[in-house]
């Protein structure tokens, strides 16, 4: 398979519903499942996983920070031995669901905050990475970053990751802000074509940042996420 598209999803909680990932799911290649930390709940997790199940859609960890309330877009400050713990205890979760499923890991993804400071910072990138000796599978990144320097040091498979939905400052860095906008479907698409056929990202400014794309992220929780991902896999498609 070429560039693949993935979506960091399950992320209701309880009775509150977020994103549509009904309509998503048969859309994608790979879920990102929130653990509980930042989002969703057992049932939600159990939920998730049979309907990518059902899609013939592949399950990834989006372990995050322990911030509920925040939605793991809050930054804390943790050793590389406390990032390590609570990666492998929201990851172990997931993976007790996905055996119940008669599935496997695929991947793992670290969300919001979490993915950001290990970017951009090496003591977190490792503690990522102790965390992925346990379940031995690949983790997704972004190129310029930690994420490949440390990972790939470390023999881990590295997937770059290139997000359709998300602003990048001048100079590459991805913008976390702690609600998404709505974003023009038919600009994020182009944003992706670039990115798979120059290895060019576009910045806010209209600046670009070198990349690699091996993988396209879309957030559930964008306002319009499914417009989003029908512009996309329709834009990728040649490459898909």
């Known amino acids: ?14 009775l509150y ?10 859309l994608i290649d790979a879920a ?26 592949k399950v990834g960890a989006h ?7 925040g939605f793991g877009r809050r930054e804390m400050k943790l050793s590389r031995e406390e990032v390590a713990n609570l990666v492998i205890y929201q990851v172990g979760a997931l993976v007790g669901f996905l055996k119940a499923e008669g599935m496997v ?13 290990a970017g951009r910072q090496e003591e977190v990138a490792h503690g990522i990475c102790d965390a992925a000796d346990v379940f031995d599978v690949p983790l997704f990144g ?27 400052a001048p100079g590459g860095t991805l913008i976390v802000t702690r ?21 060019q990202g576009t910045c806010e400014d209209g600046s670009l940042f070198p990349v690699r794309c091996e993988t396209i992220c879309i957030h559930s929780d964008t306002p ?12 990728v498609a040649p490459w898909h």
């Not at 398979?1 to 309880?14: A, P, Y």
């Not at 519903?17 to 998503?24: E, S």
């Not at 372990?63 to 309330?69: F, G, N």
């Not at 609600?179 to 290895?199: F, N, Q, S, Y």
């Open 17 to 26: 519903k977020i994103g549509d990932d009904v309509g998503i799911m048969p």
């Open 179 to 199: 609600e998404h906008d709505a974003k023009d479907p038919a600009l994020m698409a182009e944003r992706c074509v670039r990115a798979i056929t120059d290895g």
């Open 105 to 117: 890991l695929n991947h793992i993804k670290p969300h919001g905050s979490l993915y950001g400071m």
């Open 32 to 57: 990102n499942v929130a653990c509980g930390f930042h989002a969703s709940d057992p049932d939600h997790m159990r939920l998730t996983i049979r309907r990518a199940k059902a899609n013939g859609v």
């Open 224 to 235: 319009n996420a499914l417009d989003i991902t029908r512009a996309v896999r329709d834009a």
């Open 142 to 168: 972004m190129t310029g970053t930690f994420h490949e320097k440390v990972y790939q040091a470390r023999g881990k498979t590295f997937i770059a990751e290139y997000y359709a939905d998300l602003d990048y």
């Open 1 to 14: 398979m070429g560039v693949t598209l993935n979506c960091d999803m399950g992320e209701g909680f309880g």
């Open 63 to 69: 372990p995050s920070l322990p911030d509920l309330q």
